[in-house]
T-cell receptor, first 108, second 112 residues
């Protein structure tokens, strides 16, 4: 079965602290993984995808096939990083299979 | 710079009423999707389309219908609204199966 698990509903950190949003997936085959972000009152937008290996807004994510994980990390959180973060898996139908999301709250 | 546009943004329906959520994109994308998001849950795929004239069911299609007569438009129809259809609906599109998916702003629907 194709599935994405984000174990934390809410993650609260202080500004300047490191942050890691967890994502685990279940997929037989070569997965295509994404992180989408939804800032307050804005639409969902792509943050990064594993095949591009980019660092966007200081965030990185490494695909670990052995642990079937794609955790999102940032060494120093900023207040503007507060948002809902969704991990997503490219499904066999060409759609995205989403996790339930993690709300990141960065306190001053 | 319109991207994916959904209307209406908010709607309250009575049980048994029908309505259509409109979705249009101006990026000439082949793929279009409808997702619903229930509180505390991830997005679930309702229907998708890989091109004009072609539609297919997603994970949660019951109670909905779609059509894709043009590349730009992908309306979602609710025939007999039920309280279980209270949700936030997102339309999305992508150029190909592996490209970035772009989302609309969402439509908040309440069925009472």
């Amino acid at each position: 079965a194709q599935r994405v698990t984000q174990p934390e509903k809410l993650l609260s950190v202080f500004k300047g602290a490191p942050v890691e949003l967890k994502c685990n997936y279940s997929y037989s085959g070569s997965p295509e993984l994404f992180w989408y972000v939804q800032y307050s009152r804005q639409r969902l937008q792509l943050l990064l995808r594993h095949i591009s290996r980019e660092s966007i807004k200081g965030f990185t994510a490494d695909l670990n096939k052995g642990e079937t994980s794609f955790h999102l990390k940032k060494p120093f959180a900023q207040e503007e990083d507060s948002a809902m973060y969704y991990c997503a898996l490219g499904g066999s139908q060409g759609n995205l299979i989403f996790g339930k999301g993690t709300k990141l709250s960065v306190k001053p | 710079n319109a991207g994916v546009t959904q209307t209406p943004k908010f709607r309250i329906l009575k049980i048994g009423q029908s309505m259509t959520l409109q979705c249009t994109q101006d990026m000439n994308h082949n793929y279009m999707y409808w997702y619903r998001q229930d509180p505390g849950m991830g997005l679930k795929l309702i229907y998708y389309s890989v091109g004009a004239g072609i539609t297919d069911k997603g994970e949660v299609p019951n109670g909905y219908n779609v059509s894709r007569s043009t590349t730009e438009d992908f309306p979602l129809r609710l025939e007999l609204a039920a309280p279980s259809q209270t949700s936030v609906y997102f339309c999305a599109s992508s150029y190909t199966q592996t490209n970035t998916i772009y989302f609309g702003e969402g439509s908040w629907l309440t069925v009472v």
